[in-house]
């Protein structure tokens, strides 16, 4: 029995021995044996002498102190002739055969193996793993685009400049570049990613030692610079950089132009915190923005209040859309040949509860930016849709579209709905859409464009002359109709450019076959000017202010009573 039992015992420990010498071979981790006393290598695996750059016999002739670094020798000693906590490990660094240095982290424990007394040490290479710690470092406080830094690490930088020594003022540059969406829509993502790093590099080519500059996202840059002396210099930094930036880009074979806005912060004049001073030039950005195109403002204290006024426009414009507070007030479109009304265009009115009436130019730009254009459009969509099937005959309604209704994917679905609702035929159904819908994914757009038109609809091309290719989209769209801008109606009589405009954008629509609608008509001497060049349709004050869905009816029959010898109807 004693036999047996010996047996077993040493065929389990065999194969005990065999299990680890296989595992202690192929483990990915350096390993090795050591003596318990000398800690001379017994046994090492091939990861730890690609570890440690050396043949498996030349370690076999060395100790796990001889391929640690003289200066923690005895601190490495130490640790492995003692019994460490379970998981314990020692972090210092070895070297390697040509001299190099390798940081490590190093576990060791007694064990038997072979009815002897050892130290099994497995010793994991940290260069990969902070290496990797390191870029993530990197990336959590910078732009991987442009590789510069990001709002955060700039926030810092800025941060310790306030607080650091130094003469002068503190200059801090927002930027924001012009037309990048338009671009970026047009030629795409790609082409778009380029252009930022391109702006990036020409911004950081005009550094000066002590300078900082990140990119806070989308094409938002800022530039920090110390020691200006006042408005002057930081004026001519600004500046500097607009002109940087404006200048002709040619990306992947494209030419491309874009401007930028700058808003300017000055500490401590403006502020002696970072989070402040960084709110404050994007106020004065914001404030470029609206005065147009390649501006530069410096931060003004009313701006905040300006910014917290449209902070609460934002709120209450949000809320209006649930409360029922927008309306639709409508402007009768007029044939030139007989002045009879052949429909209505549909524009959108806020009746706010204490401010009264609202202008749109006062809250659709916000609506835009804020993304409540899209439920607000499909609004107006459906209860222009719903008005105009109780108006007699055939007259049409005319509703304009948004790129952004566009870019919703749900326009189709929209219109669709809106005349099942309402049962008005597509036929009387008018969309208005701007150049910039083409601009932006044209290609997309056309393709929803062609999707309305076999549902019924027709479309008109609304403010045209005003982009830099209504033309080409002519060729590609056949339009139903086209519509005049009314800023050159406005300059007949007084611009040469703006009657040379109409004529040859009423002889376009002769030519084509296509009615053109002259917007914006307000006096006997533009009506006489556009009848006698063909215009098909005006559509104005001279005929009529917008007005709501109630006074419709009153005016279609004053219009059929009315004598067309003797001018327009009577003005509502």
């Not at 406080?141 to 830094?149: A, I, V």
């Not at 566009?406 to 150049?435: C, D, K, M, Q, Y």
């Not at 038109?453 to 002519?474: I, K």
């Not at 009506?527 to 005006?538: D, I, Q």
Request: proline letters at 4%.
């Amino acid at each position: 029995m004693a036999a047996r039992a010996t047996r077993r015992r040493l065929a389990r420990n065999e194969a005990d021995g065999e299990s680890f010498r296989l595992m202690f071979e192929g483990s990915p981790t350096a390993a090795a044996l050591c003596d318990a006393r000398s800690l001379a290598f017994l046994a090492v695996n091939e990861a730890a002498a690609a570890l440690w750059r050396r043949s498996r016999l030349d370690l076999l002739r060395m100790s796990l102190i001889d391929v640690t670094h003289p200066d923690e020798r005895e601190e490495a000693r130490a640790f492995a002739l003692r019994e460490p906590a379970s998981g314990a490990q020692r972090v210092g660094r070895c070297v390697r055969s040509d001299g190099a240095l390798v940081d490590v982290a190093t576990r060791a424990r007694a064990i038997r193996f072979e009815g002897r007394l050892v130290r099994l040490v497995t010793v994991t290479d940290l260069s990969e793993r902070r290496r990797a710690d390191a870029r993530l470092a990197y990336a959590r406080r910078h732009d991987e685009l442009t590789g510069l830094p990001n709002r955060a690490l700039f926030r810092e930088t800025l941060a310790a400049a306030l607080a650091g020594p130094g003469s002068g003022e503190i200059a801090v540059l927002y930027l924001d570049l012009d037309r990048f969406k338009g671009v970026n829509d047009a030629l795409g993502h790609l082409v778009g990613d380029r252009l930022l790093r391109a702006a990036a590099d020409r911004l950081r080519a005009r550094l000066a030692p002590g300078d900082a500059l990140a990119r806070f996202g989308g094409d938002e840059f800022a530039l920090m610079r110390k020691g200006v002396a006042g408005e002057k210099e930081a004026g001519a930094l600004a500046a500097l950089a607009l002109e940087t930036l404006g200048r002709p880009y040619a990306i992947d074979g494209h030419p491309v132009e874009i401007g930028a806005s700058v808003g300017v912060a000055l500490a401590p004049r403006d502020g002696r915190d970072a989070d402040l001073l960084l709110k404050n030039a994007d106020l004065a950005l914001h404030r470029a923005k609206e005065e147009g195109r390649r501006a530069l403002r410096f931060f003004e204290p009313g701006m905040d209040a300006r910014a917290q006024a449209r902070r609460r426009l934002e709120v209450e414009l949000r809320r209006a859309l649930a409360a029922g507070e927008f309306e639709l007030y409508y402007q009768p479109l007029v044939a030139l040949s007989d002045g009879a009304i052949t429909g209505f265009e549909a524009l959108l009115r806020w009746r706010h509860p204490q401010r009264g009436m609202v202008a749109p130019a006062e809250f659709i730009g916000l609506a835009e930016e804020i993304g409540l254009i899209v439920p607000l459009g499909e609004w107006a969509l459906r209860q222009a849709c719903a008005e105009a099937a109780t108006w007699p005959g055939n007259l049409k309604v005319a509703v304009n579209l948004s790129c952004a209704q566009f870019r919703s994917g749900n326009l189709i679905h929209a219109v669709l709905t809106a005349l099942a609702a309402s049962g008005l035929p597509a036929r009387r159904l008018e969309l208005e859409i701007t150049e910039s819908v083409l601009l932006a994914e044209s290609e997309a757009n056309l393709t929803t464009l062609r999707s309305l038109r076999s549902l019924g609809v027709s479309v008109s091309m609304d403010d045209f002359g005003t982009g830099y290719s209504s033309l080409s989209y002519l060729r590609a769209f056949p339009f139903d109709k086209i519509k005049i801008d009314r800023s050159f109606v406005s300059e007949l009589g007084r611009s040469g450019g703006s009657m040379a405009i109409v004529r040859a954008v009423a002889g376009l629509g002769v030519s084509l076959g296509v009615p053109t609608t002259a917007e914006g008509v307000e006096t006997g001497e533009q009506l006489a000017f556009l009848r006698a060049e063909g215009c098909t349709e005006m559509q104005g004050y001279f005929f009529s202010p917008p007005v709501p869905a109630s006074k419709i009816r009153p005016m279609i029959e004053a219009n059929e009573t009315a004598d067309p010898r003797f001018g327009p109807p009577l003005r509502h």
